[in-house]
């Protein structure tokens, strides 16, 4: 087969979805909630869609959501934006990922990645012809040192991608880390691509530190937000770039012919539903830390040892301390087989995976995620 056709492999997102909908599995592979997205945030996107806003609507994005974006990281984190020429809107951050890495990577151009990675970042990294140069995170930490991304650089480093919080590990960096990063792209002219589509999912009353807040970095950096994350709204396909002027000129450009545009409708809806307040903000983390404690307790008596998750709607079983000594692929097998599917972390690594852990969404309603502890509980 031609290699360009292998090189894209299926994700594992598709595949355990798959699984779950030929078994009936209850799904807690792929991460999406069954329940909480603002009302009034549909009821805005409707009543776009009937009066009119249907045509293709600007470029980069709507004004009015352009203009939401950037008072909302102004008051939730503290970030200046100008919405004009720092701000474009992509239809999910899937296509912002694609955009920026094909508008900031050339051939031979090394990238400086973390495993685990979000599923997209290898392919399209691959696809622009950039060569990976991998910084591997373990549990139970996932952090980084000076060594490992002293042995990851090099004069050649375009490009470094970073997920923050970190799907699949539901970890965060925290400034003293986006510190010692900056430091290293500094010296490398290396720009970084940040993706915190999980920005407000965040646990214990931790603050989320974005890239655009080190000051070393705000004008090398991306930063990657995602409307659909935000509200629960995971099929609506509303991203957006936030750049300094010169990066967002380049990154437009690539934007022009992935998709162009966003539906205008769904765009006004995510601007209506940044201008809630702060305690909507506050009521959800609650929401989901409250899910994540109740999937956590329930598996905990059950005799499953749980990794930490200060964010995202996931946590992982840690088998071999759980005292399973399954691989992660055979041990979602096993519990697939029980009725409940997972996702085995090691699908993230591209090279010396850590097998040991499986990862749950717990972004549902309470009677899933008893009937999930329940049927786990009989699995051991
Ligand atoms: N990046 C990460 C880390 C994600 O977890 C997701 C979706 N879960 C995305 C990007 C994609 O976001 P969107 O649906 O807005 O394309
Ligand atoms: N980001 C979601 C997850 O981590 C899945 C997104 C997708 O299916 N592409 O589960």
């Not at 910084?135 to 470094?160: G, I, M, Y």
């Not at 409250?290 to 499953?304: I, N, W």
């Amino acid at each position: 087969m031609n290699p360009l056709y292998t090189a894209m492999p299926t994700t594992i997102f598709e595949t355990m979805s798959a699984r779950a909908r030929a078994t009936g599995a209850i799904n807690l592979g792929q991460g999406f909630p069954d329940s909480g997205w603002p009302q009034d945030v549909l009821d805005a996107a409707a009543s776009e869609i009937l009066t009119g806003h249907n045509q293709y609507p600007p470029m980069p994005g709507i004004p009015a959501l352009r203009q939401a974006v950037a008072t909302h990281y102004q008051s939730h984190q503290n970030i200046d934006l100008d919405w004009e020429r720092e701000i474009t809107i992509t239809s999910g951050a899937t296509e912002a990922l694609a955009a920026a890495i094909f508008a900031l990577v050339s051939p031979g151009d090394e990238v400086v990645l973390f495993q685990p990675l979000y599923d997209a970042y290898l392919p399209l990294v691959g696809r622009a012809g950039g060569v990976p140069r991998l910084v591997t995170l373990r549990p139970p930490h996932w952090q980084f040192n000076a060594e490992d991304l002293a042995a990851a650089f090099s004069e050649k480093t375009r490009l470094v991608i970073v997920n923050n919080p970190l799907n699949p590990s539901a970890s965060t960096f925290g400034r003293a880390a986006l510190d010692l990063l900056a430091g290293f792209a500094t010296r490398s002219g290396a720009v970084i691509l940040s993706d915190e589509v999980w920005e407000h999912v965040h646990f214990d009353g931790a603050e989320h530190v974005s890239v655009l807040s080190v000051p070393a970095l705000r004008n090398r950096a991306v930063k990657i937000g995602s409307g659909g994350k935000i509200f629960a709204l995971t099929g609506w396909k509303v991203g957006w770039m936030c750049a300094a002027p010169a990066l967002t000129a380049v990154l437009a450009k690539s934007h022009q012919f992935l998709t162009f545009t966003t539906p205008p409708a769904l765009q006004l809806g995510i601007a209506h539903g940044l201008g809630k307040p702060q305690e909507w903000f506050e009521a959800m983390r609650a929401g989901f830390q409250r899910s994540r404690d109740r999937l956590v307790a329930g598996l905990a008596a059950a005799g499953y040892a749980m990794l930490p998750s200060a964010g995202t709607y996931f946590v992982s079983i840690d088998l071999a301390a759980s005292g399973i000594s399954l691989g992660d692929a055979q041990a979602a097998e096993r519990l697939l087989a029980a009725g409940v599917a997972t996702i085995p972390v090691s699908a993230f690594y591209a090279e010396q995976p850590v097998t040991t852990t499986l990862r749950l969404c717990f972004a549902k309603r309470d009677a899933v995620l008893d009937e999930a502890i329940a049927r786990l509980s009989g699995a051991r």
